[in-house]
C-alpha cells in the first residue's frame, strides 16, 4: 500500500542524524536542532518540527511564538520538503493563543499544499 512513513525521534541523535534518510521513511519528526538537522538531510528527506511543545508552546508568549515558527520555517523550509509542528505532543495547558500563533505564522510564511 502507499503509506507516508514518519520517523519520530525527540532524543538528542546528532551523532546519527546523517543516516536517517536510509532508513526508508518518508518525513523526519525531529527535536534535534534544526540548522544543524536541515544542513545534514535537509535536501534528501522531508522534515517535521521542530518547535518546542514546553519552552515554547506551554510557556512562551503569542509574540514568541510566531516569531519563533518564523524562525523555523525560514531554516527548515530552506532547502523544500518542510512541515511545522511541534517537536513532540503539547501539554493540554498549552494557551490557545499559542496555538494560533503558530498557525498565523503558518499562513504568513508556509506554502500550502
Not at 542524524?17 to 538537522?37: L, M, N, R, Y
Not at 515558527?69 to 523544500?80: N, S
Request: aromatic letters at 6%.
Amino acid at each position: 500500500p502507499k503509506a507516508i512513513r514518519v520517523y519520530h525521534n525527540e532524543g538528542q541523535i546528532d551523532h546519527v542524524i546523517h543516516k536517517i534518510p536510509e532508513i526508508g521513511a518518508s518525513v523526519f519528526h525531529f527535536g534535534t536542532d534544526i540548522q544543524k538537522t536541515t544542513d545534514l538531510i535537509g535536501d534528501k528527506i522531508c522534515l517535521m518540527g521542530n518547535i518546542n511543545p514546553i519552552d515554547c508552546m506551554l510557556n512562551g508568549t503569542a509574540k514568541e511564538v510566531r516569531s519563533e515558527c518564523l524562525r523555523v520555517l525560514h531554516i527548515g523550509a530552506a532547502k523544500g520538503g518542510f512541515m511545522l509542528s511541534t517537536a513532540g505532543g503539547m501539554s493540554i495547558n498549552t494557551p490557545p493563543q499559542n496555538i494560533n500563533s503558530m498557525f498565523e505564522a503558518v499562513n504568513q510564511y508556509g506554502v500550502g499544499i
